[in-house]
């Protein structure tokens, strides 16, 4: 334990997507929004949280090939996307139940807290904001902010090296293999919240250091 610690832990970075926020209520307006601007096909809740979890450009992508159009519309597609993706941020999103309170418990545990998405960074800030969450963090960091995204563990390096906290010292709370792959790959402790996306996987079987219910059910010690 570090003298501002009561924990094994020094830093924790959490995930956004799926851990802290269910936003695929803001995936599913913005991405069939952009598909209607195209006159193209709406896809379904389902797909999307099958495809949510590997960024932006990632998620349009996916939906273009699943309505069956060419990529050649890829540009258009993400930049409509965008467009509404920022109109609707936050308005189809909810805090899930623990987050408050497991973020309230890591930082009084003295833990340095990181939010890691891959979301695009403004997104993320501007949704963090709104959710009232954006004061936990000393740090947010998006898809776009380092040159590769989560399931790279560069990401989480990059973000241990900036808080000043030892991987091994460091937890990655989030939802998918993705974070646990990135944070196994960091040499980075990963716990996985079984309520999220995981493309529409079970948890259960992804390599991690165990998973729990709700952000307050971490065990710190
Ligand atoms: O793909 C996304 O935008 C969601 O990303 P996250 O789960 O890393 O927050
Ligand atoms: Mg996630």
């Known amino acids: 334990m570090n003298a501002h610690s009561s924990s094994r832990y020094t830093a924790a970075i959490v995930d956004l997507d799926g851990t802290m926020v269910d936003t695929l209520g803001d995936f599913q307006v913005a991405l069939n929004a952009a598909m209607a601007d195209l006159g193209l096909d709406r896809v379904g809740r389902e797909f999307i949280e099958h495809t949510v979890g590997k960024g932006s ?6 939906t273009l090939a699943a309505v069956g159009a060419s990529e050649s ?33 890591l930082q009084a545990a003295g833990l340095a807290l990181a939010c890691l998405t891959n979301k695009p960074v403004a997104f993320a800030k501007a949704l963090l904001e709104m959710k009232g969450l954006a004061p936990f963090f000393s740090m ?46 960091a040499g980075c402790p990963v716990v996985l919240v079984r309520y999220g996306y995981n493309h529409g996987q079970p948890v ?3 390599d991690c250091d165990g ?3 709700r952000l307050d059910a971490i065990d710190l010690h």
């Open 211 to 213: 998973t729990v219910d």
């Open 140 to 185: 947010v960091s998006g898809g776009d902010s380092f040159e590769r995204k989560k399931p790279d563990p560069l990401p989480v390096v990059r973000t241990c090296e900036a808080l000043g906290s030892e991987p091994s010292r460091t937890l990655v709370v989030g939802d998918s293999v993705n974070d646990a792959t990135a944070a196994r790959a």
């Open 204 to 206: 259960a079987e992804v």
């Open 57 to 62: 450009e990632h998620l349009v992508r996916q």
């Open 73 to 105: 519309r890829f540009a258009e597609a993400f930049d409509r996307y965008q467009h509404h993706y920022d109109r609707i941020n936050g308005k189809y999103a909810d805090v899930y139940d623990g987050v408050i309170e497991g973020l309230v418990r």
